[in-house]
């Protein structure tokens, strides 16, 4: 089965604080870049004996800045080219200020049965720092929005960690979030990516970020707060109602395959990573020439393939299951890391139980330290 995702370029505006493959462009490149979207998927399609589409995940980008027509248009050629698995999970996402009901109702009749809302804060003040184009109602307003046309299955990406937040805003933040009842939720620190306004405003010391302690105390009211509310925790940073795991980005942290289509979009299929080129312009010459959009290859060897897939594994709250690792690469997780991970269970950032490797709660707050030890 298929794990395919789609990338959109383009977004109303440059968030201070994204490093995505994303450019404000003018309205006259959508249709083509659309046209030169369906035709890569035409040819990927030619290529391929299994095309029973498992999920589909549409990102960007924002999506949602795309007309309705373009975008039901784009799902359909591409259940037409794959076709669906009658439980297939099809993800658009979406950013308040860029949809109204009728653009979302047009979505859910095309296909889309999951909707994933770029909210990120529902105080007005941090939604300027962050540079986002919309406001708490109109948060409020797509999240209900979504619900009235019959969605029911909504996401909700959430950003802690921002300057001049307090534990007890974002604790309103995410109360708010709850009430509204999704049944899932990507709560994100905020991370200081190279080359954004937010690394120059950080270095210039022009904006102060929580300390550790108080980052600390927002994870505690994460924790607390979603399983009160019936979430479960199945990704560092992803919680869900059970039932409502994101089946496409799960496919992601197993290092499972997965086909790519869009300027940007990186596929990894049979061991072979590969890239396309990022500029949407070039993207569509390349296209309309026949040319291959592929910029970047890179065929992963089988210890490269094994460490990514204890890195992702380690993302998800099970861990890594380690008879899945000696079948799929016939390599002992003990075996292959030795002392580097010895140290990592003596100081109790990592358990070993006998069937997974994963994460303690203690080390889940220095994940990423963890992460590059085992890299």
């Known amino acids: 089965m298929v794990s395919l995702y789609i990338h959109i370029p383009f977004c109303q505006k440059k968030c201070h604080y994204c490093s995505f493959s994303s450019s404000v462009c003018g309205n006259e490149i959508f249709a083509p870049y659309v046209a ?128 001049g937040q307090t534990v007890e805003v974002w604790q309103a933040t995410l109360q708010q979030a709850l009430a509204l009842c999704p049944q899932h939720l990507s709560i994100y620190q905020l991370t200081i990516e190279s080359g954004t306004p937010f690394h120059q405003a950080v270095t210039n010391n022009s904006i102060i970020l929580p300390e ?22 199945y990704e560092i940073s992803n919680f869900a109602r059970p039932g409502y795991e994101c089946t496409h980005n799960i496919n992601y942290w197993q290092n499972g395959e997965y086909l790519a289509c869009g300027a940007s979009a990186v596929s990894c299929v049979a061991g072979v990573r590969e890239k396309r080129v990022a500029d949407p312009f070039a993207y569509i010459r390349r296209i309309n020439k026949g ?39 016939n390599l002992d997780i003990v075996q292959y890391y030795g002392d580097i991970l010895q140290k990592l269970i003596d100081v109790q950032l990592v358990e070993l139980t006998d069937s997974h490797l994963r994460l303690t709660a203690k080390g889940r707050p220095l994940a990423n330290w963890v992460m590059a030890e085992l890299v």
């Open 212 to 233: 550790e302690e108080e980052i600390l105390a927002m994870d505690e009211v994460i924790g607390r707060l979603c399983c009160d509310a019936g979430f479960r925790q």
């Open 36 to 163: 030169a979207l369906k035709q890569e998927l035409a040819d990927l399609a030619a290529t391929r004996e299994d095309r029973q589409l498992r999920s589909l995940f549409i990102g960007g980008g924002t999506p949602s800045v795309l007309p309705c027509s373009l975008m039901t248009g784009l799902i359909g050629d591409c259940l037409a080219l794959f076709p669906p698995v009658p439980e297939v999970e099809i993800t658009a996402e979406a950013n308040p200020g860029t949809v109204d009901e009728s653009y979302l109702r047009e979505l859910l009749l095309a296909g889309v049965n999951r909707m994933s809302l770029g909210v990120q804060s529902f105080c007005d003040q941090e939604l300027r720092v962050l540079g986002r184009i919309h406001d708490s109602n109109e948060a409020l307003y797509v999240v209900q929005a979504a619900k009235n046309v019959g969605f029911k299955n909504l996401n909700l990406d959430l950003m802690y960690g921002l300057q």
């Open 291 to 329: 040319v291959s959009v592929v910029e970047e290859s890179e065929c992963l060897s089988t210890e490269a393939s094994f460490r990514e897939s204890v890195i992702m594994g380690l993302r998800m709250t099970q861990g890594v299951p380690l008879l899945l690792l000696i079948a799929r690469y």
